[in-house]
């Protein structure tokens, strides 16, 4: 064979050898953005929630299938009652969706129902960094379970019309600043400018607060449990402790029973506090209506307000914190997260990275109304206070949220009704304690 021929089969071989190797890299890449983005082929995303409706979301899933032709994602929202009775059925009975949505209270339930995002996808140090404090109650065992749109936080609502006696009209800073100090005529407290009481009747309330007609009046509670540093549960979460007593300074304090005296005084007409009974409705009904000077409330009561009184002039001021100590806020949220059984985890959680991002959750936050849960998202329509607060706003550990709030509302009517509060927060303890214990066997 001469040399021509032969370099003419080298040079051959190497090109087919090229060309194998130039397939391999291509392909190669392809199979390991299918493995990133998930399985290749079509594929359905189911997604469950509460509250917004689908015409709130359509735009980022059209924008998320445009650039992922091959998903199709399926929204449903569901009520507030039929949502988890129906989520719990479908997860046990395999008909679940793919993607759904929790409170955070709710998460010590639904740990073992979902399939935290891998951290080669979501770095924890890179989820610490972007979003709010509260979001951290998504991480166990240094996993990221949910990520969260929006993170809500109590604020105070103040209505613009009213003034106080002085002829200005001003946010209470502290409790203090509300109520007075004992003995100090030279701070006599708002209440006594704003209250008009005629009988046992309000005329006009300076605050709606010490009752269960308040909205959300057990997570005003709670508020103020730990704004007195009230140790909520044991540190392994089997033990209610917000009824003991804890060292303050060298003495021993019922923190928990002094935060519970202190939110029922505002309906009890033996207290200097009295501003609110049953007979002043539901607090936000009457704070549209100009019953009532201050509202504690979340950033959702806003749309609620506009609907219930379109020509409301409000503020919505930072929450009343006890004079001499760090600011302690509440968190209240809802967590997007997927299910343990989902077929397609990897395009799920690769969905919700998508509208977590900073783009797609400022035009999300923006239409709902909601508080922004990244750090690098704005604020918009007035919530820039509320979303201030989230670097201190915390909530606690609840076990069973339902059962616990129960426990709350009744621990509110039955000091209202008379009982001694130390013996109503010890059965209140002991009865949540019970519910805790019951859920770490359950999860053992």
């Known amino acids: 064979m001469d040399k021509r021929r032969i370099t003419i089969i080298v040079g051959v071989l190497l090109g087919v050898l090229v060309l194998l190797i130039i397939a391999m890299v291509v392909l190669g890449g392809r199979q390991q953005s299918a493995e990133d983005e998930g399985d290749a082929g079509p594929v359905t995303i189911r997604y469950w929630r509460v509250f917004d409706d689908k015409d709130k979301f359509q735009p980022l899933i059209d924008r998320y299938q445009a650039d992922h032709p091959d998903v199709k994602i399926e929204y449903r929202k569901l009520t507030y009652e039929e949502y988890e009775r129906t989520l719990v059925d479908a997860l046990a009975g395999g008909r679940g969706p793919d993607i759904f949505t929790v409170h955070n209270t709710w998460l010590p339930r639904y740990f073992d129902k979902i399939e935290p995002i891998s951290a080669e996808k979501y770095a924890l140090r890179d989820y610490r960094n972007e979003f709010y404090p509260p979001a951290l109650e998504t991480v166990r065992n240094d996993r990221i379970y949910g990520i969260p749109l929006a993170i809500d936080s109590l604020g105070l609502y103040l209505n613009a019309e009213f003034e106080g006696g002085t002829g200005t009209h001003e946010a209470p800073k502290t409790w203090e600043d509300l109520v007075g100090e004992p003995g100090n005529p030279d701070r006599p407290g708002l209440l006594r400018e704003l209250n008009q009481r005629q009988g046992d009747r309000f005329v006009r309330s300076a605050i709606a607060l010490g009752n269960n007609t308040v909205n959300r009046s057990v997570d005003i509670l709670a508020l103020m449990m730990l704004q007195q540093r009230t140790q909520m549960t044991n540190d392994d979460n089997t033990q209610a402790t917000f009824n003991l007593t804890q060292d303050v300074e060298g003495r021993q304090q019922p923190l928990g029973r002094l935060a519970l005296e202190f939110y029922t005084s505002f309906a009890d007409p033996r207290s200097s506090n009295y501003s609110w009974n049953s007979k002043s409705g539901d607090s936000v009904r009457a704070f549209a209506e100009g019953k009532v000077a201050y509202m504690l409330g979340y950033a959702y009561h806003a749309p609620e307000l506009e609907r219930l009184n379109p020509e409301l002039q409000y503020e919505i001021a930072p929450m009343p914190q006890i004079a001499g100590t760090s600011p302690v806020n509440y968190a209240s949220f809802w967590v997007e997260t997927v299910a343990q059984g989902s077929e397609h985890p990897k395009e799920a959680w690769n969905f919700l990275r998508f509208i977590t991002n900073r783009d797609q959750m400022r035009e999300y936050t ?43 509302a009744r621990m509110i009517d039955q000091v209202l009704a008379g009982e001694n509060p130390q013996n109503v927060i010890d059965r209140g303890a002991n009865e949540l304690t019970d519910i805790l214990r019951q859920l770490n066997a359950s999860t053992q």
């Open 366 to 408: 923006q239409a709902v109304e909601s508080v922004p849960a990244r750090k690098e998202v704005p604020a918009s329509g007035g919530l820039d206070v509320l979303q201030e607060q989230l670097e201190t706003a915390r909530s606690w550990y609840k076990g069973d949220a339902a059962k616990a709030d129960a426990i709350f």
